[in-house]
Each structure stands twice: as structure tokens, then as C-alpha cells.
């Protein structure tokens, strides 16, 4: 759940970061083919981008070789030996992030909701258009688009020439298979669905199609200036409220006559293709190269950390001044009057004295545990356990990281137990040891 959520921020930075680019370079003036080539890459590069893993520095260790050495990590010397023990580093895990992802996911049921939507009005149409030889009539308050294989064309107002024009434009859509662009592009936008700058690349996915196909118009043979009429004399039409459709006539009527206007001649791939390198190094070096010193072999390394001095604070705010009404050892139980081993210590306090950790170390366990009530217990390293029983409240929660005198909850009276006070316990290696021995 959590790595889902950070590969869908990691591709929509890379997103964000190309079609930055593209912003730029659009202004160079490449092929319109170019263009639509160099759209369809970057959101393949931001899909899979986040998904490499490149790593560079390791070093290895051939066999054979004594591996023996003191290594300096995090201000304390760690031994790595041949032969020493395999003490592993417990995993510290933070609350999973449910809420983001519920979230997240609602978000991708509603853009896959107007998906769908959207498909289901192209098929409604197509249902109650009237289909004559190759294409479908439309009533007069739609516009001519196409999408797929079919054309659906409004003949309203139209001359047999403009009907052939409209028509021509529409196939060429058809034959650029440009429905699977939008199509490829919108389920990106499921996906991918918070990010701003998404949709504004689909807008100009498709005002790149319809420069694509105005430009083969002109070079099939088409009348230019006749075409840039017939484009302004449909710009008054109803805008298609097919979103997934190519429509014949834009609100960038003024971008199209200008580039059917100018004659110059757009930039080549040899000066497109110069910019992809660079371009694909700076996310690359952001998410899929790993740069470390790791030391790799085939031999067996173990490490032994320096283990942490012993819980040594007072578990209470009182510190030395704290009354102990009990010690450790042996006494006869209060409840059950039986002489039992009393394996802590228990301090006199008020209800809601706050307790606080005897040693840094993390929560493993903090719920309420039959005669011990509500019960704290903190792991220090992989040698000590600290036990803090019989609380009225947590202030902390189970696999949470705790600093020595980090407040972790409050005094109470909870499970076997006749009035206000802190059951306290220290374990070394999961035997009880007397806590006396431990203090400052």
C-alpha cells in the first residue's frame, strides 16, 4: 500500500517534470508527428522510471578473502566478523497511511467513472445516429468528430465539398489511430489522477492531432485557403461533448490557421532526439539510481552493534524522589495473599502522574493485558524490555520510536491492582532482573 502510493508520486513528479520539458521545446517548432511521439514517451518514462533500480559504487568481496574490519556508522563502531553472532535490526515501521490511500483510490473510481461515462455517451450517439454508407449522420445540435473506427458527421449548413472536406479530416483521425492516444492518455489520467498538469497534456495531445491532420490535408491536395474557411465557419458550432472524441472544429481555430499559414520547415529528430539523454538523466538519477558504498559478497557477513547501557532513568517525572512501596523479590501478593515473586518494583504516585521511557527504545506492545491492566512494554536494543503496568491511559502507540524520558503514558490503577500506582519491570535477555541495579 504504501510503496503503490509512492510510485504514483514518483511518476507524477517525472510527469510533472516532462511535460515541463515539453513546454519548452514545444516552442522550438518540431514535426507535429514528433511531437505526438515525444508526448506518448514521457508518460511511458514516468511509468517506468520509478519502477528501476540502478545501483552504483557496490563493491565486492571475492571469495576467500578474511573479511575482519571496523566500520563507523552512526556514531557507534560496529565489528564485522567471521564468526560473531547475527543480531538483526528490527524493522521500524510507521502507521500505514489507510486514509491516503482511501483517498486515492476514491480519486481513481471517480476519473474512471467519467472514463467510462464518456464511452457510454460516444456509444449512445452512435446508437441513435443514422448510419449512411460509411459514416453516421448526427442530429443538427452536435458537431462532426470522430472516434474508433467511425465517423459521425452534422451535414447542417454544409455543401457537398465541406461534407467531403469533413469527411477526409475524420479519416485521417481515423487511419492516425489518435482514439488510441486520448484513450491511452485518459486512463493515464485515472491513475495518475492528482496531478494538475495531467489534463492539460491530454488538451494538448489533441490539439496536436488536429495539426497533424490539418497539415496531411493541405499536402493531399486540399484548397488551404477553402479549408481555413471551412474551419472558421464551423468554429460557431456547439463544442463536442465527447471528451473522448477527435471533433472537427477546435476552440484553437487561430493556432491552426497560423501554422497552415506558415511555410517553415519544423525541426528534425536529430535535434528532438538530442534532448531525450539529458531529459531522462534528471529523473533517473532522482528515483532509479541508488548511490551507496555497500560492500557485496558471497561469504557470510554478520554484524554485532554495541548494545545499549541498561534502562537507567526513574520511570517517573520524580526521578530519585519517586516512593517505592515495593521491590523486587520475593513477598506476599496483596490479592491472593500467596508469597509469589514480585518481578519489579511498584511506585506510589496519583492517578494521571505521567510515566515516562526509562531508556530509548521502541512500543512493542501497548494494550490492556489481564492483571497488568493497561501495559506498555518497550523494546531497548535486542538485550533489555521494560514493563510499565497498571496505567489509565497510553500516550503513545505499539511500533512507535521513544527517546529516554519521552512520556509515554500516565499512572493508573487498571487489572489486579488495589490503588493509584506504576508497576515497573526490567528484563535482561527475557529474564526479570531488579530494576534497583539498573538506576543512576
Known sequence: MNSFLIYTVEANICLGFFIAVFWVIKKIRFDFNLQRVFILGICLASLSIPLLHVSVGHQSIPNGMPIQSILEANGQWLEIAENAPVIE???????????WFALYLMGCAWFLFKFIRNIMLVR??????IKIGSYHLLPQHLPSFSFWNKIFINPKGMTAQEQKLVYKHEQLHIAGRHSWDV??????????????????????AKENHEFIVDKKMVEAGFDSLNYQLL???????????????????????????????????????????????????????????EFSNKIETTQPITIVMEQPDAPG??????????????????????LTKKEVLHRGIDFKAKTNTPVVATAAGKV????????HGNLIILQHGTEYTTQYAHLNSFHVEENEVVAAGEIIGYVGSTGAS???????????????????HCFK
Open 89 to 99: 535490526d528490527q524493522p521500524v515501521t510507521a502507521a500505514s497511511p489507510k486514509i
Open 124 to 129: 449512445k450517439v452512435s446508437k441513435n445516429s
Open 183 to 204: 484513450i491511452s492518455l485518459e486512463l493515464l489520467g485515472v491513475l495518475l489522477w492528482y496531478n494538475p498538469l495531467l489534463p492539460v497534456l491530454i488538451k494538448k
Open 231 to 289: 474551419i472558421v465557419k464551423h468554429t460557431l458550432q456547439t463544442n463536442s461533448p465527447m471528451a473522448m472524441a477527435s471533433a472537427f472544429n477546435h476552440s484553437l481555430t487561430k493556432q491552426r490557421l497560423k501554422m497552415l499559414d506558415n511555410q517553415k520547415k519544423p525541426k528534425g529528430k536529430i535535434l528532438l532526439f538530442s534532448f531525450i539523454g539529458p531529459i531522462l538523466l534528471v529523473p533517473m538519477l532522482l528515483f532509479s539510481v
Open 313 to 334: 532513568l526513574y520511570p517517573l517525572k520524580e526521578g530519585k524522589n519517586a516512593i517505592i512501596t515495593s521491590g523486587y523479590g520475593k513477598r506476599i501478593h496483596p
Open 364 to 371: 512493542v506492545f501497548a494494550q490492556e493485558k489481564g492483571a
Open 418 to 436: 488495589t490503588a493509584p500506582h506504576l508497576h515497573y519491570e526490567v528484563l535482561k535477555n527475557n529474564q526479570p532482573i531488579d530494576p534497583m
